[in-house]
C-alpha cells in the first residue's frame, strides 16, 4: 500500500515536471480518484 502512495507521487511529480500546463495532471488527478 505504502508504495502504491509513494508511485503515485513520483507519478504526480513527473507530471507536473513534463506538462506544466497541468492538463494531463489533472486528468490523471481524476483518473487516480
Excluded at 502512495?5 to 489533472?26: A, Q, S
Amino acid at each position: 500500500m505504502l508504495i502504491f502512495l509513494i508511485l503515485r507521487l513520483v507519478y504526480y511529480l513527473y507530471d507536473i515536471y513534463v506538462d506544466p500546463n497541468g492538463e494531463m495532471l489533472i486528468v490523471k488527478l481524476l483518473k487516480w480518484s
